[in-house]
């Protein structure tokens, strides 16, 4: 399928998509600090920069984009222009994430993430679903948790 629009257009409008302070973050920040968890943001001293930080908890939450990280899920789809860029940038991508939470883990941190499916589109979570599930793991000891969409 060949893109609806030219390719500076479509440069501009990618370059446009922020990396932080993404509505799916502030949705799981609200969400957090509406439960009483008190937390910093983007902690440039841990590995992968992560969106949300715990330190009471000694756990990190990252806010995963399905495109931008490959998820297996409604909300990504392989672009059709440009095809070996995209697939070794989003290799890239999910390489750095799996190091990041090594370096996180070796470090003692405890990691979450939360993907973008689990916040929007058909496969959504309930407000309530996503509540419980992040305080039943920070309030754990468990060590790694992923909240993805439901399965369609």
Known sequence: MTDVVDPATRSRMMSGIRGKNTSPEFAVRKMLHSLGFRYRLHVGALPGRPDIVLPKYGAVVFVNGCFWHGHDCHLFRMPGSNVSFWRKKIRRNKAN???HVSQ???LNW???SIWECALKGRTRRSSRYLEFAMTRW????????EICGTSE
Not at 138 to 145: A, G, T
């Open 97 to 99: 994430d799996e190091l």
């Open 104 to 106: 996180l883990r070796s």
């Open 110 to 112: 405890r990691v979450l």
């Open 138 to 145: 920070l309030k754990s000891h468990s060590r790694y948790r």
